[in-house]
């Protein structure tokens, strides 16, 4: 069973428009939810998270919002810069446990 | 900080035959995880290290796979009798508590012949 799930395989945006990546969830006990990015041929790379308690995080360019009624987070980036073309994956865990679940990725294309 | 480094980067193998692969952990960090990755999916959970004790196991991780951490720092993980199903991206994180970034290594591909 797909605990996290991102169902939007790729997006693509132009360079300097913001880009909006999805998450859901379906466990409640989740308290703390991560974005990742990838490049080919590399292991993932942390990029930002945000713990329950919240419901907006925000790093330069990077803010991650979290509706824990939607059981929904979503990743903004603005502005897009080319650079950002990877997959991106959203993560969460819970206090209780020691797994991470995983969604499926987004491929980001930022075109120039 | 040099980050988590894996060895092999590749390992192409026979089925039926052992491998191991390697996982040396930033050096603070007592939690260390090893993940799957296949194409078209994030990375699956297979078993959780904190310090030398091994925690937690995934269901996905079968009797042929077996994992240690005999020090507390480095990981191994071996499949025995591999599979066609086993090719896989491995992927070695660790942590240094709890709700706190993993970071990665850039993995082991295992290709099955």
């Known amino acids: 069973d797909q605990q996290v799930k991102q169902n939007s395989p790729s997006l693509s945006v132009q360079e300097g428009r913001i880009s909006i990546l999805n998450c859901d969830y379906t466990?409640?006990?989740?308290?703390?939810f991560l974005w990742y990015k990838k490049y080919p041929a590399e292991g993932p790379t942390f990029l930002i998270s945000?713990?329950?308690?919240?419901d907006k995080n925000e790093d330069g360019r990077f803010t991650v919002f979290l509706n824990k009624s939607a059981k929904h987070l979503s990743l903004h980036i603005v502005p897009s810069q080319p650079g950002d073309s990877a997959v991106y994956f959203c993560?969460?865990?819970?206090?209780?446990?020691?797994?991470?679940?995983f969604g499926t990725g987004t491929s980001l294309t930022v075109i120039p | 900080d040099t980050g988590v480094s894996q060895d092999p980067r590749h390992k192409i193998t026979k089925r039926g035959q052992n491998v191991t692969f390697r996982c040396d952990p930033i050096?603070?960090?007592?939690?260390l995880y090893w993940y799957r990755q296949t194409l078209g999916q994030g990375p699956e959970f297979l078993t959780y290290?904190?310090?030398?004790?091994?925690?937690?196991k995934s269901r996905l991780l079968s009797d042929r796979f077996s994992a240690e951490r005999p020090k507390g720092s480095f990981s191994t993980l071996e499949i025995q009798r591999t599979e066609q199903g086993d090719s896989a991206m491995y992927l070695c994180?660790?942590?240094?508590?709890?709700?706190?970034?993993?970071?990665f290594g850039d993995g082991t591909r295992l290709s099955i012949l």
């Open positions: 466990n409640s006990m989740f308290d703390y």
């Open positions: 993560a969460a865990n819970s206090n209780t446990g020691n797994q991470f679940y």
């Open positions: 050096s603070e960090h007592n939690r």
């Open positions: 290290f904190q310090n030398e004790a091994q925690l937690e």
């Open positions: 945000i713990s329950s308690i919240k």
């Open positions: 994180a660790s942590s240094s508590i709890s709700n706190q970034p993993q970071h």
